[in-house]
């Protein structure tokens, strides 16, 4: 059974770093692509950023620049290297896998707080 593990969040000043992690088990993880997508009080969930399986990247254009995905297949765990980050980055931020469209696995979720 697939199952995404997220973990790193928490709260963080404006200006500064986090660093998110997602373990996944039960899927053949170097095939699938991954994604980060967040979500804030009273807004739809949103594509953050993606990396395929082949390692090509993808970028919301609010957050190119600042964040940065990246996979490690030996360890089966996708990152989100968060930085400069804002108020309005503050959301709970989801991991997710995929074979094809859509995204068939997601996580638990994990919560990013932005003081300001």
């Known amino acids: 059974q697939a199952q995404l593990v997220e973990s790193g969040g928490g709260l963080v000043q404006a200006g500064g770093s986090l660093r998110l992690s997602c373990a996944a088990s039960g899927i053949t993880f170097s095939n699938h692509d991954m994604g980060w997508h967040r979500q804030a009080p009273g807004k739809q969930r949103e594509l953050v950023a993606d990396i395929t399986s082949r390692g090509i990247t993808n970028y919301a254009d609010s957050v190119k620049g600042r964040f940065t995905i990246s996979r490690d297949n030996a360890k089966n765990t996708v990152y989100l290297q968060m930085n400069g980050v804002q108020p309005e980055d503050t959301a709970v931020y989801f991991c997710?896998?995929?074979?094809?469209?859509?995204?068939?696995?997601w996580g638990q979720g994990t919560q990013v707080t932005v003081s300001s």
């Open positions: 997710a896998a995929r074979r094809w469209i859509p995204w068939d696995y």
